[in-house]
């Protein structure tokens, strides 16, 4: 007996790198999730999952979640001084406001998110 994998909804992630991550911070107001990570990084692999839940459950919020690959958005990484992966920087109104290093779990996440969308 066979089981059909549920479908899953498609996370509402943006991918930005040197050329546009300012245009796409700036293009929203609100709370912006910016994951700095790269491809041979296991943290930030492991971040994946957690980030594409986020990204769908706080989409109708107006919480945005968006990646930068640093291996091949190596301005946009030293611009923002990132030594450790994955980082994570939250936006508000395209302003940085703080960072987490490292893998987080998605209830810290929910909190920080809810501290500055609530702000």
């Not at 992630?13 to 040197?18: F, P, T, V």
């Not at 971040?47 to 109708?60: F, K, R, S, T």
């Amino acid at each position: 007996m066979f089981f059909k994998k549920k479908p899953t909804a498609e996370a509402p992630i943006l991918h930005a790198g040197d050329q546009d991550f300012d245009a796409i911070i700036a293009a929203e107001p609100g709370v912006t999730l910016v994951d700095f990570w790269a491809e041979w990084c296991g943290p930030c692999r492991m971040m994946g999952p957690i980030l594409d839940e986020v990204a769908i459950e706080q989409e109708e919020r107006g919480v945005r979640v968006v990646k930068v690959n640093t291996d091949m958005s190596p301005e946009t990484a030293q611009r923002f001084n990132i030594q450790s992966l994955p980082t994570l920087m939250f936006f508000k109104d395209g302003e940085p406001e703080f960072e987490i290093v490292g893998l987080v779990p998605k209830p810290v996440l929910e909190r920080e998110i809810d501290g500055l969308v609530d702000a």
